[in-house]
């Protein structure tokens, strides 16, 4: 699973000899010197660092944070109901709150796959005409919106408020990323395959003010 190297490369920091902290009162002043011992797993590391996938249930590493990828087309596969408790339990959610894990949670338009599907619901679809790009190339199998189609990036705002109110007051929400866009959520699309290219600024920017 595609997740990003900021989020997994502190890891790679547990595996050091030794790691040597040190706090400063002030200038030259109370220095105090931590040295931990050589361990068999990555350090473990609150809200920074290491991340599994909720859909893991091994705790053979001590996580504080569980990455959690939602599908548009699971989120709301009818116009204006929003599957939020279903989805948890099916993101294993409830798990990892036992284990008082913080949430990134990832929204997706276009998840390659092996097969030809799409991560849009089919009302979306429909509403907006149409309007994208079924593909099929070294990346994966799916569907392409246009995200420049002005009804998509209506119903993408409103959808974005819908999840918004629902984890407002959910402190084990750490983060909602800025996903949404491009192939995996990563704001980019394998034009050179022939999908339509990545839309401009003035038309990303609109989805960052959502």
């Known amino acids: 699973m595609k997740v990003g190297a900021a989020v ?7 595996f050091v000899g030794k790691v040597l902290w040190t706090k400063w009162e ?14 068999e797993k990555p350090l473990y590391n609150p809200l920074k ?3 599994a996938s909720s859909g893991n249930t091994s705790m053979d590493y001590p996580a504080s944070m569980a990455f959690v990828l939602i ?17 948890e339990k099916e993101k294993n959610m409830d798990f990892w709150r036992e284990q008082g894990a913080r949430f990134i949670i990832r929204l997706v338009c276009d998840y390659p796959g092996s097969e030809s599907h799409m991560d849009i ?17 070294s990346y994966g199998k799916g569907y392409s919106p246009n995200y420049g189609n002005p009804v998509f990036r209506g119903e993408h705002e409103r959808m974005l408020k819908a999840v918004g109110e629902h984890y407002r007051e959910d402190e084990q ?26 839309p401009s600024e003035s038309i990303t920017n609109q989805y960052v003010e959502q």
Not at 183 to 194: C, L, M, P, S
Request: glycine fraction near 16%; aromatic fraction near 14%; proline fraction near 4%.
């Open 8 to 14: 997994i490369l502190a890891a790679i920091l547990g």
């Open 26 to 39: 002030g200038p030259g002043v109370n220095q105090t010197v931590l040295e931990i011992e050589t361990g």
């Open 49 to 51: 660092g290491w991340a």
């Open 71 to 87: 599908r548009w087309s699971e989120l709301e596969t009818e116009e204006g109901v929003f599957r939020f408790k279903e989805l």
């Open 121 to 137: 619901p089919e009302w979306l679809y429909e509403k907006t005409g149409q309007d994208g790009q079924w593909y099929d190339n």
């Open 173 to 198: 929400v750490a983060v909602v990323q800025l996903g949404s866009l491009g192939h995996w959520g990563e704001w980019h699309v394998n034009y050179g395959a022939g999908i339509r290219p990545f």
